[in-house]
């Protein structure tokens, strides 16, 4: 297999300055994707980093390269970078990055697919120098996860704004529930199955608390609907549950 | 104040035996909640950790006692408690507490509620040495903290079990989503405001993803109704946020 020596790395924005960062070990640059100054043909991998809808033009405007080029996107097909002659191929690391945060990579999964086998065998071994957990997933399995991230991350993390709210609101800190939720995260991701370990008034049946937070939900109809929604789907699952056993 | 000695609790849930552990320091007896076998009335405090609707009666099988006497439920009122001369409170402990698993008790954080004040600084002298943070609350705030409990750690357990049945259903363990959840209950939980770094298809607009995802979750129609509103939520809050800056 080719030995990689030079990544050039498409993109200004979170996603590209960290993999700047943790591809540390290559002779590794970071190109400004409006200009695409500096970028090497002859790389031995060309990573684009940008936004979805930008990726298709960038490509465009590297033109013919010897170079692997793979995109870092969850949800956009291998195949925005088919060319004739191209390798490519998609190097998604699977992970909310921010700019101030240090971040361990060893431990964020990278979801790798290639156009042809061995581009797939070269992308996956990048990976494997930055992370210990890699994995080959196709464009259908990329959406698949990163649509359960959109429940597990982006939905979860408006659900702790509302929480933040209600305590703020009564002058309460938002860190009394720091130790309550790692916990449940724990529990949850230490589980087959989180739907077994739910707890709360829902899964419960108690009736008399929930009408008590809806009283207390006055004032919010959309903070109402939404508690009522996710408890019947809490007692639905419940049930479908109880059914299996 | 009076030196606290001994302690008897009353419960066999998983409350009371953490909290039968925490308490070690003290003569600590943990009493069968049917029998109250053994139960010393001339005990210092007698802790009833029993479910919310059994409290009254263990309360009224107690019957005559020295004993300071409180219960451990975040949504039972103080006013249970309540009998001439007797001296009650409150003594919540907020955690998702669980048989098997170990816990570090310095870091959970208990309200307490006394209905003189002597009986309120002997609680939380008590629960001061288990706890790094002991709060005063009303059962007014213990109600609200409980509300936000509900949305930030129910709510969150069952996003989390929809998701691994995404994943599971393609064959795609739930682990690979672990170091993406941490990441973003970290964040989540360092900020003023999750709202501020909310992430994903709905803050940015993203109409084409969220209409692929619809189409995913087809033959599911409560998960398809769970998303829409949740994800028309998250719109409505940065719409909020957006006008107030």
Known sequence: MKVIKKIDIIGRGNVATHLYRALGNYDVTLINPHTLDGLDRNADIILISVTDRAIKEVSDKIGDTSAIVAHTSGTTPIQVLSKPGQKYGVFYPLQTFSKEVDIDYTRIPFFIEGADEETEKVLKQVAAQVSQTVYTADSEK???IH??????CNFINHLLGISNEILSKNSIPFSVLAPL?????????NTDNPHSVQTGPA??????????????LEGHPDYQKLYMMLSDSIKQTRDKLKKRN
Chains 1, 2 share one sequence.
């Open 142 to 144: 990329r959406k698949i």
């Open 147 to 152: 649509m359960a991230s959109v429940f597990a």
């Open 181 to 189: 939720i790692n916990e449940t995260i724990k529990k949850a991701v």
């Open 203 to 216: 899964v419960r049946g108690d009736e008399k608390i929930i009408s008590s937070h809806m009283d207390m």
